[in-house]
Nanobody
Framework: QVQLQESGGGLVQPGGSLRLSCAASGYTYYMGWFRQAPGKEREGVAVIYIADGSTAYADSVKGRFTISQDNAKNTLYLQMNSLKPEDTAMYYC??????????????????WGQGTQVTVSS
């Protein structure tokens, strides 16, 4: 059983930064950050392979977002820089306990946090 708890969302102006955190318990293969805006489908933003720390990003956030892990604290992070209004969404931490192929597909993940709201607005 894996438990996930996000924190760090909030209101930020365009061009600003936020760091999301996800406290995790249990062993996982992949962990990722997903987001869902009102009226839109949930989409993968950034994923990390826990075993070797390799990462992958959606094109929309490449060069602006960084996913990282602190194994000592069992915590996943998402550093978000140069935020845009279109980044506004509920952000979810997710984990999966097996090897998967479609790392950006929500259906592949079997554990989810409750979400944290990120709003980018002036």
């Amino acid at each position: 059983q894996v438990q996930l708890q996000e924190s760090g969302g909030g209101l930020v102006q365009p061009g600003g930064s936020l760091r999301l955190s996800c406290a995790a318990s249990g062993y996982t293969y992949y962990m990722g950050w997903f987001r869902q805006a009102p009226g839109k489908e949930r989409e993968g933003v950034a994923v990390i392979y826990i075993a070797d720390g390799s990462t992958a990003y959606a094109d929309s956030v490449k060069g602006r977002f960084t996913i990282s892990q602190d194994n000592a604290k069992n915590t996943l992070y998402l550093q978000m820089n140069s935020l845009k209004p279109e980044d506004t969404a509920m952000y979810y931490c997710a984990a999966v306990t097996r090897l998967i192929l479609a790392i950006f597909q929500p259906y592949e993940y079997n554990y989810w946090g409750q979400g944290t709201q990120v709003t980018v607005s002036s």
